[in-house]
């Protein structure tokens, strides 16, 4: 989860996963011989692609302004160790991201299982 990009939070990681899997769910859908309104699908799902595009090129225009302006900074120190570490520091936001978002539905769908509604009082 990186802190102050939209998108990227667990909601966002939610709805970017749940919007590109619609596609499939209608062709999944179709395959049973079930009505599909395909507008409903891919317009969500073209959505999700444009957040993933802005996401993308927000981090590579903010990659090369600030190696124009730290890139001197880092002349003769090992600029690739300091470059690695920042690409692993990416991998490990995603994938903590990524695991809490799972922890999330995990712990809803243990709850749905467990946890008992009480039955409707019936009207007179």
Do not use: C, D, K
């Amino acid at each position: 989860m990186t802190v102050g990009i939209p998108g990227t939070g667990i909601g966002g990681l939610f709805y970017l996963a749940s919007a590109l899997l619609l596609p499939l769910r209608g062709l999944l859908r179709r395959r049973r011989r079930e009505p599909v309104v395909w507008s409903r699908a891919l317009g969500p799902a073209a959505i999700a692609l444009g957040v993933l595009g802005g996401l993308w090129l927000s981090g590579a225009m903010l990659a090369a302004l600030l190696s124009r302006v730290l890139g001197p900074a880092f002349r003769g120190v090992g600029h690739a160790s300091a470059l690695h570490a920042s690409n692993l520091l990416r991998l490990a936001t995603l994938l903590a991201g990524i695991g809490t978002l799972s922890l999330v539905l995990a712990a809803v769908q243990v709850a749905r299982l467990t946890v008992t509604r009480p039955a409707p009082a019936r009207r007179r």
